[in-house]
């Protein structure tokens, strides 16, 4: 009873034989439809990006711990953009973009992005930021309204203690 013959690689083409067979030129059949060299040769390539995309815990960490230290130094440079107060326009709440928006896209930490979206744009958003500076100037956190003038209540207390020891430093 004969074995019907292998079909040809599936990568190369070339015809392939079973080892029980004998060395007549075709290409040993290894696994998965492929003659050995192109078995190999993918296993290599295959074994190298797995090698490259697995990083061990502290490159992972270490990955981490450099995006967080550049968020948070984007974060500390946009804030100081803002350490040197500017005057309140009189007019400034007439010209809001945020007017049409209801008050509890402000106070909802889920709306924040949509928030910052729609107070990027604003012409006075400057203004709605100082405006919020001086009304919550020594109120508690809970007192405070979570998104104005395009920040958070965490970020506006970060900028009030930039602004703070800027004063500190200039007496």
């Given at each position: ?42 296993r290599r390539r295959a074994s190298r990006t797995l090698r490259r995309t697995?990083a061990t815990d502290a490159e992972r960490e270490q990955r981490r711990a ?106």
């Open positions: 009873m004969t074995t019907p013959p292998l079909p040809p690689c599936t990568n190369c083409g070339q015809p392939m034989r079973r080892r029980s067979e004998p060395n007549d030129g075709r290409r040993l059949y290894q696994a998965r439809g492929m003659c050995a060299s192109c078995y190999e040769v993918r697995q450099a995006g967080k230290a550049a968020a948070v130094e984007a974060r500390r440079q946009r804030l100081l953009a803002l350490a040197t107060p500017a005057p309140i326009e009189p007019d400034w709440r007439e010209r809001a973009a945020c007017l049409e928006a209801g008050p509890y896209a402000f106070a909802d930490p889920d709306h924040t992005d949509a928030v910052k979206a729609m107070c990027s744009s604003c012409p006075v958003a400057r203004s709605c930021l100082e405006a919020a500076m001086q009304e919550e100037h020594r109120q508690p956190m809970a007192y405070r309204a979570y998104m104005r003038g395009g920040l958070t209540t965490a970020e506006r207390t970060s900028l009030d203690r930039i602004r703070r020891h800027r004063k500190d430093d200039a007496a």
